[in-house]
């Protein structure tokens, strides 16, 4: 109940798209303007991005306008502004609290996330510890490429050429561009890499290089002895190939083409000019152990020294892949290390910063203060802004959950927390749900926005009806669903008879499921049909730009 909800303590507010957030947030405005007659510029309303502000500025901006205007005439065609010209007394008064906040509406103090930390450490820079001068740089990435550079000059110049064969062929890592967007992808302001990885030494390089020069040698003076042995009949079709005219080299047998392959390939594995790592894949075939399986039933074995040889480069391969994986692990984990302390020392130096370091940098400050046991920042900011509205909470991660309870969830605080639960299980920006989930316990008071004024009925319903037959569809049993109702129902009878959500089942050709590749196709073109009949429908009016499709991949929308 927006008219009656106390204006006091730690509130939290889950609403789902189209319930009407920005209307609360506005209406609440409009409370603590009137109620607790705070200036705009007292009133924090906080959300994520530029145009989410300015969005905010103007649905706040008319909504004070609307309420002084009813006040003015004494009645208001909006619910809310008529149940305040009803509860106050003195119309006087709240049009001249109204107007004052319309007139200093260009102080009013809605920021996104970085433009409030920018804020205060700019205001209370003795209290932060922080320059005045501070360079902000929205976009890091050219720091980070040098800070990549330098790590992988540092740790990759010298490196076994095994090692960088192994990153570049097993892992597609070919330069520091993959470290700097491992960084860069990272959600979340704080990390910690678990566990600690050490440096694992690759103990097996040595054996393996001796293993691999005796089978470079016996391949120089074996190979056509070992090529005529995988000819051999006695070994299986599905291994080394038939004995049927190849298709596309008629001249020759699927076993020739197939042998032919695997010699080129160990030609090139054995090269002087390449550092024969990893192995080569089809470098099975030549092992003892592939060849005695491939063998048909009552033939003899064809062997040869360089099968075996080939079972000890196989084996060592093996134990030497197993340790280059961890040395990558630890790489990975000393990256997170050294671009931290490089980027810190570089961005002091150069006496710049970054989006999140806004965050980090208040965040600190108030951490810092509190072990020392002090509070002159905290009630800098509070005797700054007396009341705050955090929009779109649900994408809060931990480092902003602290700031704001620190800063507001205080006894006489006010802080009223924003946003769709549901959301939040995606991480995106940074999201974090367990802070999420924190905040929602350590609230004061929970609500949830239940109208939806966006959708159809027959669709809300057809919602509910999906997801309130599971008891946590949504994995965490905080993140409850809570069955919507239609904020208008006036279109409720159209609604009733055109079905508002079809579920379409596609069935399997014969007793095996579909081939996902085809399934795909005459999924594609079953909805390029419905929106083609949709479209020439004379009995709908419904346009081209009226149509979404959610599809999973780029390609799926091509």
């Given at each position: 109940?927006?008219?009656?909800?106390?204006?006091?303590?730690?509130?939290?507010?889950?609403?789902?798209?189209?319930?009407?957030?920005?209307?609360?947030?506005?209406?609440?405005?409009?409370?603590?303007?009137?109620?607790?007659?705070?200036?705009?510029?007292?009133?924090?309303?906080?959300?994520?991005?530029?145009?989410?502000?300015?969005?905010?500025?103007?649905?706040?901006?008319?909504?004070?306008?609307?309420?002084?205007?009813?006040?003015?005439?004494?009645?208001?065609?909006?619910?809310?502004?008529?149940?305040?010209?009803?509860?106050?007394?003195?119309?006087?008064?709240?049009?001249?609290?109204?107007?004052?906040?319309?007139?200093?509406?260009?102080?009013?103090?809605?920021?996104?996330?970085?433009?409030?930390?920018?804020?205060?450490?700019?205001?209370?820079?003795?209290?932060?510890?922080?320059?005045?001068?501070?360079?902000?740089?929205?976009?890091?990435?050219?720091?980070?490429?040098?800070?990549?550079?330098?790590?992988?000059?540092?740790?990759?110049?010298?490196?076994?050429?095994?090692f960088i064969c192994f990153l570049l062929y097993e892992k597609?890592?070919?330069?520091?561009?993959?470290?700097?967007?491992?960084?860069?992808?990272?959600?979340?302001?704080?990390?910690?890499?678990?566990?600690?990885?050490?440096?694992?030494?690759?103990?097996?390089?040595?054996?393996?290089?001796?293993?691999?020069?005796?089978?470079?040698?016996?391949?120089?003076?074996?190979?056509?002895?070992?090529?005529?042995?995988?000819?051999?009949?006695?070994?299986?079709?599905?291994?080394?190939?038939?004995?049927?005219?190849?298709?596309?080299?008629?001249?020759?047998?699927?076993?020739?083409?197939?042998?032919?392959?695997?010699?080129?390939?160990?030609?090139?594995?054995?090269?002087?000019?390449?550092?024969?790592?990893?192995?080569?894949?089809?470098?099975?075939?030549?092992?003892?152990?592939?060849?005695?399986?491939?063998?048909?039933?009552?033939?003899?074995?064809?062997?040869?020294?360089?099968?075996?040889?080939?079972?000890?480069?196989?084996?060592?391969?093996?134990?030497?892949?197993?340790?280059?994986?961890?040395?990558?692990?630890?790489?990975?984990?000393?990256?997170?290390?050294?671009?931290?302390?490089?980027?810190?020392?570089?961005?002091?130096?150069?006496?710049?910063?970054?989006?999140?370091?806004?965050?980090?940098?208040?965040?600190?400050?108030?951490?810092?203060?509190?072990?020392?046991?002090?509070?002159?920042?905290?009630?800098?900011?509070?005797?700054?802004?007396?009341?705050?509205?955090?929009?779109?909470?649900?994408?809060?991660?931990?480092?902003?959950?602290?700031?704001?309870?620190?800063?507001?969830?205080?006894?006489?605080?006010?802080?009223?927390?924003?946003?769709?639960?549901?959301?939040?299980?995606?991480?995106?920006?940074?999201?974090d749900i367990f802070s999420y989930i924190a905040a929602s316990?350590?609230?004061?008071?929970?609500?949830?926005?239940?109208k939806n004024w966006r959708s159809d009925p027959g669709l809300?319903?057809?919602?509910?009806?999906?997801?309130?037959?599971?008891?946590?569809?949504?994995?965490?049993?905080?993140?409850?669903?809570?069955?919507?109702?239609?904020?208008?129902?006036?279109?409720?009878?159209?609604?009733?008879?055109?079905?508002?959500?079809?579920?379409?089942?596609?069935?399997?050709?014969?007793?095996?499921?579909?081939?996902?590749?085809?399934?795909?196709?005459?999924?594609?073109?079953?909805?390029?049909?419905?929106?083609?009949?949709?479209?020439?429908?004379?009995?709908?009016?419904?346009?081209?730009?009226?149509?979404?499709?959610?599809?999973?991949?780029?390609?799926?929308?091509?």
């Amino acid at each position: 109940d927006l008219m009656h909800v106390s204006l006091s303590g730690t509130k939290l507010i889950e609403a789902s798209a189209g319930t009407g957030k920005t209307y609360t947030i506005a209406g609440l405005v409009v409370r603590l303007l009137i109620e607790l007659k705070f200036t705009v510029e007292q009133i924090l309303v906080v959300t994520y991005t530029k145009a989410a502000t300015e969005e905010l500025k103007d649905r706040i901006r008319r909504r004070i306008i609307q309420a002084r205007d009813g006040f003015s005439n004494g009645k208001c065609d909006d619910v809310l502004v008529e149940q305040m010209i009803d509860k106050y007394d003195d119309h006087e008064q709240a049009v001249q609290l109204l107007n004052d906040a319309i007139v200093d509406f260009d102080k009013a103090s809605i920021f996104t996330i970085h433009g409030f930390c920018q804020r205060i450490l700019y205001e209370n820079a003795f209290e932060t510890g922080k320059l005045y001068d501070t360079e902000l740089v929205p976009n890091p990435t050219e720091l980070l490429q040098e800070v990549a550079d330098d790590f992988w000059r540092s740790y990759f110049y010298g490196a076994a050429p095994e090692f960088i064969c192994f990153l570049l062929y097993e892992k597609k890592i070919a330069d520091p561009s993959y470290f700097w967007r491992m960084y860069q992808g990272a959600s979340g302001l704080e990390l910690n890499i678990i566990p600690d990885f050490e440096k694992s030494e690759m103990s097996s390089l040595d054996r393996y290089r001796k293993v691999f020069r005796q089978l470079s040698e016996q391949w120089q003076q074996s190979r056509m002895e070992v090529a005529n042995l995988m000819m051999e009949p006695a070994l299986k079709a599905n291994q080394y190939g038939s004995f049927k005219p190849n298709r596309h080299k008629p001249d020759l047998s699927n076993r020739e083409v197939r042998v032919s392959d695997l010699v080129a390939a160990m030609d090139r594995f054995v090269d002087p000019a390449g550092p024969g790592f990893p192995l080569f894949k089809g470098f099975e075939k030549f092992t003892a152990a592939n060849i005695s399986k491939s063998v048909k039933k009552n033939q003899g074995f064809p062997d040869h020294r360089f099968f075996h040889i080939c079972d000890r480069l196989d084996a060592i391969g093996k134990r030497l892949k197993d340790e280059m994986e961890n040395r990558l692990l630890f790489l990975k984990s000393a990256y997170f290390k050294f671009a931290k302390t490089q980027l810190a020392k570089r961005k002091e130096r150069g006496n710049i910063q970054f989006y999140n370091d806004l965050l980090l940098d208040v965040k600190d400050a108030l951490t810092k203060e509190a072990a020392r046991g002090e509070s002159s920042l905290v009630d800098a900011v509070r005797r700054k802004f007396k009341a705050a509205l955090v929009d779109e909470f649900q994408d809060t991660d931990t480092v902003q959950y602290e700031i704001f309870t620190r800063i507001f969830q205080a006894p006489l605080g006010l802080l009223f927390m924003i946003g769709d639960p549901k959301q939040s299980i995606y991480s995106f920006r940074g999201a974090d749900i367990f802070s999420y989930i924190a905040a929602s316990t350590g609230a004061d008071s929970r609500y949830t926005l239940f109208k939806n004024w966006r959708s159809d009925p027959g669709l809300i319903k057809a919602v509910n009806t999906m997801f309130s037959g599971v008891r946590s569809p949504f994995l965490f049993d905080d993140i409850t669903f809570e069955k919507s109702t239609a904020g208008d129902e006036s279109c409720a009878d159209e609604a009733d008879s055109i079905p508002s959500l079809y579920l379409w089942y596609l069935p399997s050709a014969g007793d095996k499921p579909m081939n996902k590749s085809d399934a795909v196709q005459i999924i594609a073109e079953a909805v390029g049909n419905e929106i083609s009949h949709l479209i020439r429908s004379q009995s709908n009016t419904v346009y081209p730009g009226e149509i979404a499709v959610l599809v999973r991949t780029n390609r799926q929308a091509r």
